[in-house]
């Protein structure tokens, strides 16, 4: 297959962390195994939190796979050079992340031999069916725009012209996926903590924050067991690019804030009274909240203070704050904070069970693995030459 | 001008675009349009008189008779509950038809909740496979457990609470089987179905059969001018859960 041999020639070490993965994501596929069986009852989930850890990393990893436009927006429309060494980096990401997305949804289906009929009764009308669409197009845009730039790189030959005008549909096609999952949630009557117009740009501003938070960390893991440098120029730019979007998401976090707290409005507030200061007894979502809040705003004074985000040893622990602080709104405190309160009133506990923790490991363990291989391949046919 | 192969090779890709597109755009004039039911030949609809309801205190014989018509489990675990018809106390299904100092007045008092096989679904709108979808001719809101993924997105979008999920296999769970109705299988979502099965064979739904005493529930078509629900919709005030969601509920309710 296409450059795969070099994912099979590695170190000791290589080696050993992919056993690692292949152990967890086959902790998940038992437990997997086990949900088949006796069904979503084995989750957390209940009558009144429908949707919990699988959707919620669903959405965030729409996130992640969205901010590979990050890269490639300034590499191909800006010509900025310093992105040339990172952008395949950012497309396999991509690649990866929207494969956890896929994982993600088909784990939390009911009836996971039937999720074809989406396909097979296409409904436009419905929001989950151009989620489908989107993410379907945009993992084949960036699988076929890696392979291509992959493939001319081990040649030494320029990319062919054709892949330019895909490469730029890659960059609305990714703003369109988180639009879409999005407008997943803030369509829906019932549902007023997601009801708000600033849902799509909040997820926008987060996935900019969150993914190239994400990249940074791995171009740093890169340079110590890969030898591979992207370049303290490249790094430092995507450090700006994370202050601007976590400045824009603390904006619009507090936008919503104020917006729902001035009015008053019971059926907006009680949501984020139970996020946040807890509802009828019912606290145990809020000292997560509070420590994404911590650490949205370390993040920011980190970042905003130039020496501090210039300083190699800072720049790292930012980019964990802000990575962990959005996974904390995101796959925790978004989905469940929907649900609670219940349309009548109840204020029900979610507590993931192991098995499902164990599942959703076992999906990070894929995109681990993807990402892992995908980036062996990349760096190898970059050392080839 | 002259169309080359190559041209022409791209405008065909581009023709399921369109008809794609044209679709996405008939859907959603469709979703927009005030509720298309003025075509219908019926609109099936229900009036609860909770003055007569109250009258029996404790009464769950509307809820006993769906469940033994249905075939629905019974687990004693309240996160794993499926139900299509059950009592809900008042205050927490209309929190805001009362003021502060009117709020003992019927507080505590169970409402018999269903789904209300609403006008404009939005659990409809959202399902990704048609599995629930309004039925044509008389307004109800159907589901296909056949073709139900168990995606739950209309559980997220019925604002009322009315779907349940399968957490697990139903089956063990089913105090007397109605051999008559189907069981479902784990993994996907159920709700009333107004009893379509009985009103095929022209009968009301078992919920209302079983009010008989009291004739709490009255059913009929919403549409007919002189329907039993018309008639007393037009004499006494009466109240729809969360009507200012535009989704136009047929279950009414008389305080």
Same mark, same amino acid.
């Given at each position: 297959?296409?450059?795969?041999?070099?994912?099979f020639?590695?170190?000791?070490?290589?080696?050993?962390?992919i056993?690692?993965?292949?152990?967890?994501?086959?902790?998940?596929f038992?437990?997997y195994?086990?949900? @088949?069986t006796f069904?979503?009852v084995?989750?957390? !989930?209940?009558?009144d939190v429908?949707?919990?850890l /699988?959707?919620?990393q669903?959405?965030?990893?729409?996130?992640?796979?969205a901010?590979a436009?990050?890269?490639?927006l300034?590499?191909y429309?800006?010509?900025?050079?310093?992105?040339?060494?990172?952008?395949?980096?950012?497309?396999?990401?991509?690649? +990866?992340?929207?494969t956890?997305?896929?994982?993600?949804?088909?784990?939390?289906?009911?009836?996971?031999?039937r999720?074809?009929?989406?396909?097979?009764?296409? $409904?436009?009308?419905?929001?989950?069916?151009?989620?489908?669409?989107?993410?379907?197009?945009y993992?084949?845009?960036?699988?076929?725009?890696?392979?291509?730039? @992959?493939?001319s790189?081990r040649? +030494?030959?320029?990319p062919?012209?054709w892949?330019?005008?895909?490469i730029?549909?890659?960059?609305?096609?990714? &703003?369109?996926?988180?639009?879409?999952?999005?407008?997943? /949630?803030? +369509? @829906?009557?019932g549902r007023?903590?997601?009801?708000?117009? &600033?849902l799509?740009?909040?997820?926008?501003?987060s996935?900019?924050?969150?993914?190239?938070?994400?990249?940074? !960390?791995?171009?740093?893991?890169?340079r110590k067991?890969a030898?591979?440098?992207?370049?303290?120029?490249?790094?430092?730019?995507?450090g700006?690019?994370v202050?601007?979007?976590?400045?824009?998401?603390?904006?619009? &976090?507090?936008?919503?804030?104020?917006? &729902?707290?001035?009015?008053?409005?019971?059926?907006?507030?009680?949501?984020?009274?139970?996020?946040? !200061?807890?509802?009828?007894?019912?606290?145990?979502?809020?000292?997560?909240?509070?420590?994404?809040?911590? @650490?949205?705003?370390?993040?920011l004074?980190?970042?905003?203070?130039?020496?501090?985000?210039?300083?190699p040893?800072?720049?790292?622990?930012a980019?964990v704050f802000?990575?962990?602080?959005l996974?904390?709104?995101?796959?925790?405190?978004?989905?469940?904070g929907?649900?609670?309160?219940?349309?009548? +009133?109840a204020? $029900? $506990?979610? $507590?993931?069970?192991?098995p499902?923790?164990?599942?959703?490991?076992?999906?990070?363990?894929?995109?681990?693995?993807?990402?892992?291989?995908?980036?062996?391949?990349?760096?190898?046919?970059?050392?080839?030459? | 001008?002259?169309l080359?192969?190559k041209?022409?090779?791209?405008l %065909?890709?581009?023709?399921p675009l369109?008809?794609?597109?044209?679709?996405?755009?008939?859907?959603?004039?469709?979703?927009?349009?005030?509720?298309? %039911?003025?075509k219908?030949?019926?609109?099936?609809?229900?009036?609860?008189?909770?003055q007569?309801?109250?009258q029996?205190e404790?009464?769950?014989?509307?809820?006993?008779?769906?469940?033994t018509?249905?075939?629905?489990?019974?687990?004693?675990?309240?996160?794993?509950?499926?139900?299509?018809?059950?009592?809900?106390p008042?205050e927490?299904?209309?929190?805001?038809?009362?003021t502060d100092y009117?709020?003992?007045?019927?507080?505590?008092?169970?409402?018999? #909740?269903?789904?209300?096989?609403?006008?404009n679904?939005?659990?409809?709108?959202?399902?990704?496979?048609?599995a629930?979808?309004?039925?044509?001719?008389?307004?109800?809101?159907?589901m296909?457990?056949?073709?139900?993924?168990?995606?739950?997105?209309?559980?997220?979008a019925?604002?009322y609470?009315?779907? %349940?999920?399968?957490?697990?296999?139903?089956?063990?769970?089913?105090?007397? %089987?109605?051999?008559?109705?189907?069981?479902?299988?784990?993994?996907?979502?159920?709700?009333?179905?107004?009893?379509?099965e009985?009103l095929?064979?022209g #009968?009301?739904p078992?919920?209302?059969e079983?009010?008989?005493?009291?004739?709490?529930?009255?059913?009929?078509?919403?549409?007919?001018?002189?329907?039993?629900?018309?008639?007393?919709?037009?004499?006494?005030?009466?109240?729809?859960?969360?009507p200012?969601?535009g989704?136009?509920?047929?279950?009414?309710? #008389?305080?």
């Amino acid at each position: 297959m296409f450059m795969f041999e070099k994912a099979f020639v590695g170190s000791r070490r290589y080696w050993v962390w992919i056993l690692c993965l292949a152990g967890i994501i086959l902790a998940g596929f038992l437990c997997y195994l086990r949900q @088949l069986t006796f069904g979503l009852v084995i989750t957390g !989930l209940s009558r009144d939190v429908t949707w919990g850890l /699988y959707i919620a990393q669903f959405t965030f990893f729409v996130g992640v796979a969205a901010s590979a436009v990050m890269v490639v927006l300034p590499y191909y429309l800006h010509d900025y050079k310093q992105f040339g060494r990172i952008t395949i980096l950012g497309e396999f990401l991509a690649v +990866g992340a929207v494969t956890m997305c896929m994982l993600f949804v088909f784990v939390d289906m009911g009836q996971p031999s039937r999720v074809l009929n989406v396909l097979r009764y296409p $409904t436009p009308w419905s929001l989950m069916f151009w989620d489908f669409v989107s993410l379907g197009g945009y993992l084949l845009l960036n699988v076929l725009i890696s392979l291509v730039m @992959l493939g001319s790189e081990r040649q +030494g030959v320029s990319p062919p012209r054709w892949i330019k005008p895909i490469i730029i549909l890659s960059i609305p096609w990714a &703003v369109s996926i988180h639009t879409v999952t999005a407008f997943l /949630y803030s +369509g @829906l009557p019932g549902r007023t903590f997601w009801m708000t117009a &600033v849902l799509a740009p909040r997820f926008l501003a987060s996935a900019f924050a969150s993914g190239p938070a994400l990249l940074i !960390l791995l171009c740093l893991v890169l340079r110590k067991v890969a030898r591979f440098d992207a370049g303290r120029e490249a790094i430092q730019q995507l450090g700006i690019i994370v202050a601007y979007a976590t400045v824009i998401n603390v904006f619009l &976090v507090l936008v919503e804030t104020f917006t &729902v707290f001035y009015s008053h409005i019971p059926e907006h507030i009680q949501h984020f009274q139970y996020v946040f !200061l807890g509802l009828d007894g019912n606290y145990h979502l809020a000292p997560w909240m509070w420590l994404s809040v911590l @650490l949205s705003v370390s993040a920011l004074v980190l970042l905003l203070v130039p020496k501090w985000r210039h300083s190699p040893r800072l720049l790292p622990v930012a980019c964990v704050f802000v990575f962990v602080s959005l996974w904390l709104d995101k796959g925790l405190g978004l989905i469940v904070g929907g649900f609670t309160p219940s349309p009548l +009133g109840a204020v $029900t $506990t979610y $507590t993931p069970t192991w098995p499902e923790a164990a599942i959703v490991l076992g999906v990070w363990g894929i995109g681990a693995l993807m990402i892992t291989v995908f980036y062996k391949i990349a760096l190898s046919v970059r050392e080839a030459h | 001008m002259k169309l080359t192969r190559k041209d022409f090779l791209r405008l %065909s890709g581009l023709a399921p675009l369109a008809i794609v597109g044209t679709k996405a755009v008939r859907a959603f004039a469709d979703v927009a349009a005030p509720s298309a %039911s003025a075509k219908n030949t019926k609109r099936w609809g229900m009036v609860i008189d909770l003055q007569k309801c109250r009258q029996k205190e404790g009464c769950d014989l509307c809820v006993k008779a769906c469940n033994t018509a249905h075939n629905i489990p019974q687990f004693p675990d309240k996160a794993h509950e499926v139900k299509w018809i059950w009592n809900q106390p008042f205050e927490s299904v209309f929190p805001f038809e009362q003021t502060d100092y009117t709020r003992q007045a019927y507080t505590g008092h169970p409402i018999p #909740l269903l789904c209300n096989h609403c006008a404009n679904p939005p659990c409809v709108r959202v399902c990704p496979t048609q599995a629930t979808w309004k039925r044509k001719d008389d307004g109800i809101v159907m589901m296909d457990w056949h073709r139900c993924i168990g995606c739950r997105y209309c559980i997220a979008a019925c604002p009322y609470g009315s779907r %349940s999920f399968n957490w697990q296999d139903p089956r063990p769970a089913i105090a007397t %089987s109605n051999p008559d109705f189907p069981t479902r299988t784990k993994g996907v979502v159920e709700k009333c179905n107004f009893c379509e099965e009985r009103l095929a064979r022209g #009968l009301r739904p078992a919920c209302v059969e079983a009010c008989k005493e009291e004739k709490a529930m009255v059913f009929g078509d919403l549409e007919d001018p002189d329907s039993e629900p018309r008639k007393l919709l037009r004499s006494r005030f009466a109240l729809q859960r969360e009507p200012e969601l535009g989704t136009s509920p047929s279950v009414y309710y #008389l305080v």
